[in-house]
């Protein structure tokens, strides 16, 4: 079993559906995020949850709603997307360094193709 | 300001030979890590190395090494021998601040760079 896993790695939806993305990951690590990938762009954070809180959403619309239900699993549940909204969706999981004093690296799935149609 | 830059959009390396792929960061956090990942067309991110702010040594990882110029706020990585299977998007990355600070490891990306290795 890979570290990362993601569900769907492909998803076409139109503007009106509900779909979400699931991530799962099998490394232990206490710390889960969601990126973004659009073309030409850096890869943008746009949630991060330690032990299964959420402590960080950037300023990502409200059609976006992240869910952890424990340490393992991530969701991202997609609503009335815009076509602006099509990318790549990156999970990723590490073990948060602030408690042992190292960095570590986050290990990442292997993404879900989203296009809005 | 960006806080990390990557000025190459495309390298091209033959076969076996070496290759520096660029990255400068941003920040004012004395406490800081760096990060280089590796995106092939299937889409996963594959870490590739790391360097704390405090480090001492430039780290290597096998082929993989890193540049490390504190100063000039530069965290270059070099690539030896390169193989055809390194062509790749190459990721810069930054982390913020370190113990006590919490939030996970949040990740800033720089644009990438695209890799192609030639016989």
């Known amino acids: 079993e890979t570290g990362v896993t993601q569900t769907p790695r492909h998803l076409v939806m139109g503007m009106t559906n509900k779909k979400s993305l699931k991530c799962e990951q099998h490394?232990?690590?206490?710390?889960m995020y969601w990126y973004k990938q659009s073309a030409k762009k850096p890869l943008e954070l746009m949630f991060v949850?330690?032990?299964?809180?959420?402590?960080e959403n950037n300023s990502v619309p409200s059609r976006f709603s992240p869910e952890c239900p424990n340490s393992s699993h991530l969701f991202l549940h997609l609503h009335t997307l815009q076509p602006e909204d099509s990318a790549l969706y990156l999970c990723?999981?590490?073990?948060?360094?602030?408690?042992?004093?190292?960095?570590?690296?986050?290990?990442f799935g292997q993404g879900t193709r989203l296009t809005v149609v | 300001a960006q806080k990390i830059t990557q000025t190459q959009p495309g390298m091209f390396v033959q076969e076996k030979e070496a290759v520096t792929l660029d990255c400068t960061y941003d920040?004012?956090?004395?406490?800081?890590?760096l990060f280089w990942y590796k995106q092939p067309s299937s889409g996963e991110m594959i870490f590739l190395i790391y360097?704390?702010?405090?480090?001492?040594q430039n780290a290597t990882e096998g082929r993989y090494s890193l540049n490390f110029q504190k100063a000039r706020k530069s965290a270059n990585l070099v690539i030896s021998a390169s193989q055809l299977g390194d062509s790749a998007m190459y990721f810069c990355?930054?982390?913020?601040?370190?113990?006590?600070?919490?939030?996970?490891?949040?990740?800033?990306f720089g644009t990438g760079t695209q890799l192609k290795v030639e016989l």
């Open positions: 990723a999981s590490s073990q948060d360094s602030s408690v042992s004093g190292r960095n570590t690296e986050a290990f």
């Open positions: 490394l232990g690590h206490n710390a």
């Open positions: 949850y330690n032990f299964k809180e959420q402590t």
């Open positions: 920040t004012s956090d004395p406490s800081y890590g």
């Open positions: 360097q704390g702010s405090y480090d001492q």
């Open positions: 990355a930054m982390r913020e601040g370190g113990i006590l600070t919490g939030g996970g490891n949040k990740l800033t």
